[in-house]
């Protein structure tokens, strides 16, 4: 039975249901490809693979910032949501100049500590160096990075650029499912940490021990951390 055979028994039943069939209708025979939509912006767009996230690009435009200043703003939010990114992780960016007619590209990727040799790791019984913990962490590359962006290129302070992301830490956000399953799922070594056992499952000693998806999550220290940079650029002007 097809959609169109179904959608007609429906509206003899249901006299309401007429809308739903002459949407049905308008949409043709669903044989059709379909394909994303183009987004068009007359002045500004601001994408992100989270919605929270793009409204802080949109919020930036409307303080009358530019596009590295959205972007930079988007990034500080998804690192802050612990996306695929986080404050701890590492940053490459591509920037279009419309003076120059060039494109900047920023490796924010961090440095690797003087002491991490291959001597280090094999002194350890280690062939490679371990793909978890302290070990496995180069300096934190985003921070750096993202200041950079602003200082070349932006026109915000960094305390507009940072606002947002330093309310989600401090008053928090309604965490989302993906995120809520992923801790859920790493618990055990998330556990070897105190802070990120602290931070990260509220609910030891349960069956669930992750934030619940759309509960309320707070990263207070993150907030901390975030002042600084915005205290420390402040004197600096």
């Known amino acids: 039975m097809t959609v169109k055979e179904i959608a007609e028994i429906v509206c003899k039943t249901v006299p309401l249901a007429g809308l739903a069939f002459l949407l ?3 949409t043709g025979s669903g044989t059709e490809r379909t394909e994303k939509p183009v987004l068009h912006g007359k002045h500004w767009v601001a994408i992100t693979g989270k919605p929270l996230a793009a409204t802080v690009g949109a919020m930036t435009f409307l303080k009358g910032g530019n596009a590295v200043d959205a972007s930079c703003a988007m990034l500080a939010a998804v690192c802050t949501m612990y996306d695929v ?13 419309p003076l120059t007619k060039r494109v900047i590209g920023v490796n924010a ?8 040799t291959a001597d280090f790791f094999r002194a350890r019984g280690l062939r490679y160096p371990p793909e978890h913990g302290p070990l496995a962490a180069v300096t934190p590359g985003t921070p750096g990075g993202l200041m950079v962006m602003l200082a070349e290129f932006g026109t915000l302070p960094l305390r507009d650029v940072l606002a947002p992301a330093i309310q ?5 956000y309604p965490i989302e499912k993906q995120l809520a399953d992923s801790v ?7 556990k070897e940490w105190p802070y990120s056992r ?14 619940e998806p759309g509960e ?3 990263q207070p220290d993150l907030a901390s951390t975030l002042k600084k940079l915005v205290e420390a650029e402040t004197r600096a002007l």
């Not at 859920?184 to 998330?190: A, T, W």
């Not at 602290?198 to 934030?211: F, Y």
Request: no cysteine; aromatic share 8%.
């Open 24 to 26: 049905i209708q308008t």
């Open 85 to 97: 990114l986080s404050w701890g992780g590492e940053t490459q960016a591509l920037i279009y100049n």
């Open 109 to 116: 990727l961090g440095v690797a500590p003087t002491g991490a």
């Open 168 to 172: 989600m830490a401090e008053e928090g």
């Open 184 to 190: 859920e799922k790493e618990k055990d070594r998330l």
């Open 198 to 211: 602290k931070v990260l499952l509220p609910h030891l000693g349960s069956s669930w021990e992750a934030p």
């Open 216 to 218: 309320v999550f707070r």
